[in-house]
C-alpha cells in the first residue's frame, strides 16, 4: 500500500488548524500533517521556492509551484497530510467539513504523487479526483420516564363495630324472716360479723391484629422492536458526455 500526500486550501490558517486537529483524532500522527500560509518557513526563501513546494510535495511542477503559490501569496493556508492512500476517503470527509476554497481550475483536496512510486509528470497524467460522501442512519435507544406512573398509598380507616357478650352479675339480699324452729340456735347472744360482697362483671375490650389481603407491587419487563425511518444522504458523480459538444474521439 502507498502513501500519498493529500493537499487541502483553506481561506484562514484558524479553518486549517481545526482540520488539522479533527485528521489528528481520526488517528493521523501530527508529523504527518503540515500547514503553510503566508508567513515564511525556515530554510526557505518565499511561498513559491523550492522548499516550499519540497515540503508540500517532496517535489512539483512548475504549474503545481504557480498553483499553490498563488493560494499562499493570497493569505490562504495549504494544509498537506501524508498518509496511506487508502486512507483518501477518510481524510477527505474530514477535510470537506472544514469549508475547502473553492476552485475552478483544480480540486482543492487533491493527493499528490505516491510516495512509493514513480511521479507523474506531463498535464496528460494529472487526475482530478472527486470525492463522494453518503449518510447512515445510526439509532441508538435512550430510558424516558413521560409514560404512565402509579402511586400506591396504605391509609388507616375508622368503622364503628358491635358485638354481644354476656356478663354474671351477684346481688346480696338482706331479707329478715321468722326462724322455722323454735330453738334459737348455738350461743344467741354471741357477736357474730359475717361479710359478703357483690360482684358484677363489665365488658374488657382489646383489639387483636390479624393479617388481612396482601397487595403484591411488581413490574414485568417486554422487548419490543419499532421501524424507524429517517432520509439519508449520498452523493453521486454524473458524466454528461455531450456537455463535450460529442467531439470525435482523435479532435484535440
Known amino acids: 500500500m502507498g502513501r500519498e500526500v493529500f493537499v487541502a486550501i483553506f481561506e484562514s490558517r484558524a479553518t486549517a488548524e481545526a482540520a488539522r486537529r479533527d485528521v489528528e483524532t481520526a488517528g493521523i ?14 530554510g526557505t526563501a518565499g511561498d513559491r521556492s523550492p522548499g516550499f513546494m519540497d515540503w508540500l510535495f517532496g517535489s512539483a511542477s512548475d504549474e503545481d509551484q504557480s498553483y499553490y503559490g498563488q493560494h499562499v501569496a493570497s493569505g490562504r493556508a495549504v494544509l498537506s497530510v501524508t498518509a496511506d492512500s487508502a486512507d483518501y476517503e477518510r481524510i477527505a470527509q474530514i477535510l470537506h467539513g472544514h469549508d475547502l476554497v473553492k476552485s475552478d481550475e483544480r480540486t482543492t483536496m487533491t ?29 441508538g435507544k435512550q430510558r ?4 404512565r406512573t402509579y402511586r400506591i398509598r396504605r ?10 357478650v354476656a356478663l354474671h352479675d351477684e346481688t346480696v339480699t338482706v331479707e329478715r324472716r321468722r326462724p322455722s324452729q323454735a330453738a334459737a340456735g348455738e350461743r344467741p347472744f354471741e357477736e ?16 387483636v391484629v390479624k393479617p388481612g389481603e396482601e397487595v403484591v407491587v ?6 419490543r422492536s419499532e421501524t424507524v425511518r429517517d432520509t439519508v444522504r449520498e452523493s453521486k458523480v454524473e458524466v454528461d458526455k455531450a456537455a463535450a459538444g460529442d467531439k470525435p474521439p482523435n479532435a484535440r
Not at 144 to 147: E, G, V
Open 29 to 42: 500522527p501530527s508529523d504527518d500533517i503540515s500547514i503553510r500560509d503566508k508567513a515564511p518557513m525556515a
Open 111 to 139: 493527493p499528490a504523487a505516491s510516495t512509493t512510486g514513480a511521479s507523474t509528470t506531463g498535464a496528460a497524467e494529472r487526475s482530478t479526483v472527486i470525492p463522494t460522501a453518503k449518510e447512515e442512519l445510526e439509532v
Open 144 to 147: 424516558t420516564a413521560d409514560t
Open 155 to 164: 391509609y388507616v380507616l375508622e368503622h364503628p363495630v358491635e358485638q354481644e
Open 192 to 207: 357474730r360479723y359475717l361479710e359478703v360482697t357483690e360482684s358484677r362483671e363489665e365488658p374488657v375490650v382489646r383489639k
Open 218 to 223: 411488581s413490574k414485568t419487563a417486554q422487548d
